[in-house]
């Protein structure tokens, strides 16, 4: 594990202590003291522990590993249970820690946590807050809370594994899997009995293989969608109507560019993201010129060529029954 790892992983704000407990007692440690965060990552590649901060027992590898430990921390008592544990330096700062103290105080039987969105990327501002998927076996029903810890405003996803599957299905048939990220490009906080490391494995496969492949009717609605906000930019005559209508038309042109390359969607800031992955951050750049007051022309011809590259324009001849009521 490389330091910018453990910073993913545990936060910059983490300090280390190798804890001695007396093997025939239950009972506090009976020796403490702390180690270098380079001590921690000599030893942590030899454990099979991922992303967990307690090490298994000291005592109980072979002794090959367990002269490896030594020479790094320095002699250990046969009689005493050793286990390296993280702790924060201060909680408020880590925003890593505080969600672990989110999830050992209110879900304490949880099979597996994830932490994704800006904090698990390591980019996160005093504005973010802590995107949690818990993994509950007993939960009565999936919900989804918005609170605070800490000082950290927390969006929390509970599911049983069950409920967790079918919002994924949902949520791949909408083409917008936010699970599914969080899972496969997050941090995996807690998996008891493997639980996480099998959902984490799925959801990467899940995102690799790509969203259902649109149907005609999916792409005639957009279509048509698209072409008629087009329609109404163009005949716009006052200023603040243009925004309004062009703000409506970068997100639909923005989402038929990417059903048309069967890339996944996202909300707000995410379909930025998506539109930048899938190269088609052109329509961004044309729309921003609008804005700033530098004319629709531009805009307007990207969103042609999205159209043209879904079929072109729909107006007439598109029709919908109405469903049975």
Known sequence: MSADDARHAYGDNMGWRLKGYPKRDSGPPSTVRDISREQFLEIRPLFDAEDNPWLVDLNEVVPEIRSRVEQVLGPLDPEQDYYVTGHPLDWDKDPVQVARDLLDERYPLATAAFLGGSVAAGNYTANSDLDM?????????????????????????????????????????????????????????LDADGTGQRIRAEARALLDIGPPIPTALELEDRRYGTTDL??????????????????????????????????????????????????????????????????????????????????????AGYRRDASHR
């Open 133 to 189: 998927i818990v993994i509950v076996d007993d939960l009565p029903c999936a919900f989804r809370e918005t609170l605070e810890h800490r000082g950290w405003p927390v969006e929390l996803f509970c599911h049983t594994i069950e409920s967790f599957q079918d919002f994924v299905a949902r949520d791949i048939q909408d083409r917008r899997p936010p699970l599914l990220h969080m899972c496969a490009e997050g941090f995996l906080m």
């Open 230 to 315: 087009l329609e109404d930019l163009i005949g716009a005559r006052d200023e603040d109507e243009r925004l309004f209508v062009a703000a409506r038309l970068l997100t639909c042109a923005g989402e038929l560019a990417l059903v048309v390359q069967n890339k996944w969607l996202g909300h707000g800031k995410w379909l930025l993201r998506r539109l930048r992955d899938a190269k088609a951050e052109e329509l961004v750049d044309a729309y921003r010129a609008l804005v700033r007051g530098e004319g629709a022309e531009w805009f307007i011809e990207v969103v042609e060529h999205v159209l043209t590259s879904a079929g072109g324009r729909l107006e």
